[in-house]
């Protein structure tokens, strides 16, 4: 089995859900006493958030690119950013180290078009939404035959985006669930779905603690959940390729 390293802490009940999901998978694939070979550099993330609220992202970029390197070291074969705020700097990540990050917004790309899914409704922070970083990602490779169909994403208005950072700094980031902001995001996301979309993308960390896929008819894509299923894939190719050997 490939060891993982998560870049966490950031903040601390994201990097557990990452824990939790990629353990659930590997113990759902191979057997109860299964657990993922993980490392894990937990960042501090007052010190994280000051950089970032200070407009220093470089500096946040060299705090997690010197994590992926002390992951690395420590014997990680890839590396995921248990955040989708700090996917920002993934470019510092990529280039601070020789194994591969997954990145969250290739494993939502790959979902939405599995899914056929080309319009979708994103609900974030306002770093988040005004700036393209997670779901405007670049081929790996061209592609022979038709070209693959662009996302639309629709956005909230900009009225809400204050609300929206207020519910996710304030309140689920510090382990706080609340009905009210509940029911705000589901009316955020119904006038998504108004404007059009298929479907809905959760783009931090911790809002599936609010929302949860039956809440409606149309999908609901868990960035968190999306990502800690595909690092869990990628994790276990070489235990299931093992397991078919004779």
Known sequence: MNCLGLIGGIGWESTALY???????VRSRFGSLYTA???IDS????????????NRWNDAGAMLAEAARRLEAAGADGVVICSNLMHYVAEHVEAAVD???LHLGDAVLKELRAARVTRVGLLGTRFTLEHDFLLERPKDKPEPGRPRRPITVFQPHARDLDELDRIIYG??????VRESSRETLLRLAGELRAQGAQAIVLGSSELGLLLK?????EPIFDSTEVHALAAARWLMKDKSAGSHRT
């Open 19 to 25: 824990y939790r999901l990629i353990n659930e998978t």
């Open 43 to 54: 960042l501090e993330f007052q010190a994280l958030d000051t950089l970032v609220k200070e």
């Open 171 to 176: 309140e689920v980031c510090r382990g706080i």
């Open 213 to 217: 896929p039956d809440d409606f008819h």
């Open 37 to 39: 070979r993980m490392l």
């Open 99 to 101: 194994i591969p990050l």
